[in-house]
């Protein structure tokens, strides 16, 4: 057995919050969100080029997605303990050739707020949350759940879509849609699971969701990732599973396999920029993280990208 890392002691309620919102997810948790807390109310957040380095340039935004994704982390966490986050982002590009290797997303600054039963609510999903990469059952997911999952995309400008619409109310195989989506079995990656599906050793796949909005520049980025642990965590909260396909839209040909056979119309800065399966199924285990420690950065590190 190797010794837990002891939690570095931060001014403030940094460690409690910290020492949470680092359970966020990222693509191949590579984690690369570090911190330098200034101290008991501001910190600083930078993206760790190294950590986070996309496999191809199709990918590049994906870095603000995850960024997105820790912004809506660090709130969730923070709003359960009483505070609220104030952000104040610089949102420009990231260059993955920079010699600086810490991308700096902004400051962030905690203000006393009450904790509301809807903030424990989603922290007690945000605990729960996980990858699950399991066979799926045959419970259909409520309509009322997708219902909430896409008012949620709407209220952040994103829409949601899904396989299973033309076959709600009506029980069938999962042969059903994968034969009534033919063009699913033609994926890189999602054809993969699908042929599995066929060949009856991928459970319980009927549903696949995705989510097309504005995608045209860092700031709509992060709100992308936003709105994707907000919905990932709605489904958490109603007991649904998520496995997201993010190498299918960074893969430029699975993508535009893609957006070609759901007849999405990419146009005006918008895009499909995310795609994953969604259902009910037995919790998988949990995902390593880095300690604490390994996400704060040094003061001289953080300030040699400044
Ligand atoms: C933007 C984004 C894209 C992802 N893409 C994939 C993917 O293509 N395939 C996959 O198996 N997991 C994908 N994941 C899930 C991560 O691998 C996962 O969050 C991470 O390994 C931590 O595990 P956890 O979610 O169980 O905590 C993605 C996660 C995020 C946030």
Not at 53 to 82: K, M, R, Y
Not at 153 to 178: C, N, S, V
Not at 199 to 206: D, E, K
Request: aromatic share 8%; charged share 25%; glycine share 8%.
């Amino acid at each position: 057995m190797t010794a837990q890392p002891v939690a570095p002691d931060l001014p403030g309620p940094w460690t409690a919050i910290l020492d949470e919102a680092r359970r966020y997810p990222s693509p191949h948790n590579s984690q690369p969100v570090v911190v330098r807390v200034h101290d008991d109310r501001r910190a600083e957040l930078f993206y760790d080029l190294d950590r986070g380095l996309p496999a191809e340039n199709f990918g590049i935004p994906f870095a603000h997605v995850c960024s997105g994704v820790f912004l809506e982390a660090l709130a969730t966490v923070a709003a359960a303990h009483g505070w609220a986050v104030r952000e104040d982002l610089d949102l420009a590009a990231m260059d993955f050739a920079s010699p600086q290797r810490l991308h700096l997303l902004g400051t962030v600054a905690l203000e006393p707020t009450l904790v509301t039963d809807a903030a424990r609510e989603q922290m007690a999903a945000f605990r729960r949350r996980r990858t699950s990469r399991r066979p799926y059952d045959r419970r259909r997911v409520a309509p009322a759940v997708l219902a909430e999952v896409a008012a949620i995309a709407a209220d952040l400008g994103q829409e949601f879509g899904r396989t299973g619409e033309q076959d709600l109310g009506i029980p069938g195989p999962p042969l059903r849609i994968a034969m009534r989506h033919r063009w699913l079995w033609d994926l890189p990656v999602v054809g993969g699971l699908f042929r599995r599906v066929y060949l009856g050793t991928m459970r319980g796949v009927r549903e696949l969701g995705w989510l097309t909005g504005p995608f045209d520049g860092p700031r709509d980025h992060v709100e992308a990732g936003r709105c994707f642990l907000r919905i990932w965590l709605a489904f958490t909260r109603h007991g649904v599973e998520l496995h997201p396909f993010g190498t299918v839209i960074t893969n430029p040909r699975s993508h535009a396999a893609f957006v070609d056979r759901t007849g999405i119309e990419e146009t005006g800065g918008r895009m499909a920029w995310m795609l994953f399966r969604y259902g009910t199924g037995k919790p998988p285990p949990r995902a390593w993280r880095r300690s604490l420690d390994a996400m704060l950065v040094d003061e001289v590190r953080a300030g040699a990208s400044s």
